[in-house]
C-alpha cells in the first residue's frame, strides 16, 4: 500500500490535478536522493520502472543519474531496491530498431564511471537470485552495446573474474545459463581476459556444465558452454593448454559410444 500510496501521489500535483509524465519523472528522481528513505527510494524506482518503457527518454534523461547512484548505495543492501534499478538501467540501456541512439547515449552514461561497472561485477557475488540474474542481464546488455569499454573495465574490476567463475557454480540452471551467456561476450576477442579466466579455473567449470548438460550430444547450454570452453585458447599457458587437453580428453571418452 505504501507503494502505491506514494506513487499516486506523485502522479498527482499538490492540487490533485493530473501531472505530465515529464512532471512525474522529475518528482520521482528528487526521491531517489540519498538524503530521502530507502523506503521512499525504493518506491521511486518501482514507480520509474513502470514508467521507462513509454517514457525511456525522460526517464534516461532525469532520473539516470539518480539511479546509478541507488544502484551504488542501496543494491547491497536491499534486494528488492536491488532488482528493481538494475532492470530499470537494463530497459534504458536495451536497443531496438527505434532507439539505438538513445540506448547507446545511455549506456555511455552508465559507464561513464569505471565504478558502476566494478559494482556490477561486485553484485554477481551476491547469491540472491534476482539481484544475481538481473546482474547478469545488465552486464550482457552493456556488453552488446559497448564491449570493448566493459572487458576494460572487467580487468580492473577487484572482484571480476572471481565474480565470474562465482556465477559459473551457481546450481540454479537459469542463472548459469545466463552466466554462460555473458561470458562469451566478456572474452569475444579479449586474450588479456581469456587467460584471467583460464588461470582462475574457468575450464573446470565449463567442463562441469557440459558434463551435467550431457556433453557433447547436449543441447543449447552444453554447445554455448563448450563455445566458451574453446573460446578460451588464445594464448593461454602451457599449463592451461594441458589441462584443456586433459578435460577434452574425459569429455570425448565420456561421450562415446559403447558396444556391446
Same mark, same amino acid.
Given at each position: 500500500m505504501d507503494f502505491l500510496?506514494?506513487?499516486?501521489? %506523485?502522479?498527482?500535483?499538490?492540487?490533485? %490535478?493530473?501531472?505530465?509524465?515529464q512532471d512525474t519523472v522529475a518528482k520521482l528522481s528528487d526521491r531517489l536522493s540519498p538524503s530521502t528513505l530507502l523506503a521512499d527510494r525504493r518506491a521511486a524506482v518501482l514507480a520509474l520502472k513502470g514508467?521507462?518503457?513509454?517514457?525511456?527518454?525522460?526517464?534516461?534523461?532525469?532520473?539516470?543519474?539518480?539511479?546509478?547512484? /541507488?544502484?551504488?548505495?542501496? %543494491?547491497?543492501?536491499?534486494a528488492e531496491i536491488a532488482k528493481? /534499478?538494475?532492470?530499470?538501467?537494463?530497459?534504458?540501456?536495451?536497443s531496438d530498431d527505434y532507439s539505438k541512439d538513445l540506448a547507446?547515449?545511455?549506456?555511455?552514461? /552508465?559507464?561513464?564511471?569505471?565504478?558502476?561497472?566494478? *559494482?556490477?561485477?561486485?553484485?554477481?557475488?551476491?547469491?540472491?537470485?534476482?539481484?544475481?540474474?538481473?546482474?547478469?542481464?545488465?552486464?550482457?546488455?552493456?556488453?552488446?552495446?559497448?564491449?570493448?569499454?566493459?572487458?576494460?573495465?572487467?580487468?580492473?574490476?577487484?572482484?571480476?573474474?572471481?565474480? /565470474?567463475?562465482?556465477?559459473?557454480?551457481?546450481?540454479?540452471e537459469i542463472i548459469r545459463n545466463?552466466? *554462460?551467456?555473458?561470458?562469451?561476450?566478456?572474452?569475444s576477442q579479449s586474450p588479456d581476459i581469456q587467460k584471467v579466466l583460464a588461470f582462475e579455473g574457468v575450464f573446470e567449470k565449463l567442463f562441469n556444465t557440459v558434463t551435467h548438460e550431457g556433453g557433447l550430444e547436449g543441447g543449447v547450454v552444453s554447445q554455448d558452454a563448450l563455445q566458451c570452453f574453446f573460446g578460451i585458447t588464445t594464448q593461454i599457458r602451457v599449463t592451461s593448454a594441458k589441462r584443456l587437453f586433459q578435460h577434452c580428453y574425459a569429455l570425448f571418452c565420456s561421450s562415446r559410444p559403447t558396444f556391446p
Open positions: 500510496s506514494q506513487t499516486y501521489t %506523485a502522479l498527482r500535483g499538490p492540487t490533485g %490535478a493530473p501531472q505530465s509524465a514508467l521507462v518503457r513509454d517514457c525511456k527518454q525522460d526517464v534516461g534523461d532525469r532520473a539516470l543519474p539518480g539511479l546509478l547512484q /541507488v544502484l551504488q548505495n542501496d %543494491a547491497e543492501i536491499d528493481a /534499478v538494475l532492470e530499470t538501467i537494463t530497459q534504458l540501456c536495451e547507446l547515449k545511455h549506456t555511455d552514461y /552508465v559507464i561513464g564511471s569505471e565504478q558502476t561497472v566494478h *559494482i556490477l561485477f561486485s553484485l554477481l557475488g551476491d547469491t540472491h537470485f534476482y539481484t544475481r540474474y538481473a546482474t547478469l542481464q545488465l552486464l550482457s546488455t552493456l556488453l552488446q552495446n559497448r564491449r570493448s569499454q566493459v572487458q576494460g573495465f572487467f580487468l580492473k574490476a577487484p572482484a571480476g573474474a572471481s565474480s /565470474v567463475i562465482a556465477v559459473l557454480e551457481d546450481k540454479r545466463e552466466s *554462460i551467456t555473458m561470458i562469451q561476450m566478456l572474452i
